[in-house]
Nanobody, 115 residues
């Protein structure tokens, strides 16, 4: 099993930036496909960005050009660089790692974008 711990969330003004980190432990992180999800109150959790074991990335349209997902397997860490933040980005952000039929989640980190 892999354990995931997110960090880096906080309160930021519209147009600001945050960098989220997901630290993995307990297993070799390089064998997992990974992703960032987010969930706002009373909303379903939605996929934000994915990164494969090979480093291929994909984004949902609302964050394209503003968010960048990356991973450093040597450090067992995944990142989400968020620029030009908007109020609609406000949500709790979760780290996800997948291997075959198994999925693992972190506890989440809150991102609030408000003036």
């Amino acid at each position: 099993q892999v354990q995931l711990v997110e960090s880096g969330g906080g309160l930021v003004q519209p147009g600001g930036s945050l960098r989220l980190s997901c630290a993995a432990s307990g297993s070799a992180f390089n064998i997992y496909d990974a992703a960032w999800y987010r969930q706002a109150p009373r909303n379903q959790r939605e996929l934000v960005a994915t990164i494969s074991t090979g480093g291929n990335t994909a984004y949902i349209n609302p964050v394209k050009g503003r968010f960048t997902i990356s991973r450093n397997n040597s450090l067992n860490t995944m990142y989400l660089q968020m620029n030009s933040l908007k109020p609609e980005d406000t949500a709790r952000y979760y780290c996800n790692a997948r291997l075959r039929n198994d999925a693992y989640w972190g506890q989440g980190t809150q991102v609030t974008v408000s003036s």
